[in-house]
């Protein structure tokens, strides 16, 4: 017979068609069927490779949810810090004025010292001691020094 101008193909000269589902799994790229024991290993594969990748997206859900929780908590930390910080500002600033309080207040009471030596090395007998609230002041004689002792003695006797 003589060839026709259009080309036919016939039935065995088609080129095979892919194929699909569990046919495409049974049969290799040759198209020849593929050994029941391979198919089941590579479906085995699969599904590890599927359960493989929900652990995975699991572990990323789980460190995303401890990330949420540390930055919460970081900023709780954070936020007691600095609450912290403010109230060490205002403790420091009392002691300091606490601190100038001593100070002015053990000036005072040298300048008091002083004028207490002054009138008792005025008096001809010496000063035997001032009574003041529940201290006495006591004169130590020529060491000028003063201590703040208490009462022992009731009055002043100068």
């Known amino acids: ?3 026709s ?3 036919s193909y016939s039935s065995a000269a ?3 068609q892919p194929y699909s589902g ?3 799994d049974a049969r290799n790229s040759s198209g020849n069927l593929i050994d029941p024991k391979k198919r089941r290993r590579r479906e085995s594969n699969r ?3 599927r359960r493989s990748r929900i652990r995975k997206q699991n572990h990323i859900d789980d460190l995303t949810a401890q990330i949420l929780h540390l930055t919460k908590e970081n900023g709780q ?3 007691g810090i600095n609450a912290t910080t403010q109230h060490l500002v205002t403790v420091e600033a009392e002691n300091s004025v606490l601190r100038a309080q001593v100070v002015e207040l ?3 009471l040298q300048s008091l010292d002083e004028i207490l030596n002054f ?3 005025i008096n001809i007998d010496g000063c035997g001691g001032i009574e003041d609230g529940e201290f006495v002041y006591v004169s130590h004689g020529s060491t000028g020094y003063t201590s703040r002792q208490p009462i022992m003695a009731a009055g002043f006797q100068c």
């Open 1 to 3: 017979m003589a060839p």
């Open 5 to 7: 101008s259009g080309t």
């Open 14 to 16: 088609t080129p095979p």
């Open 22 to 24: 569990s046919e495409a």
């Open 47 to 49: 599904e590890s490779a």
């Open 77 to 79: 930390i954070l936020s």
């Open 106 to 108: 053990s000036q005072r």
């Open 119 to 121: 009138i008792c090395s």
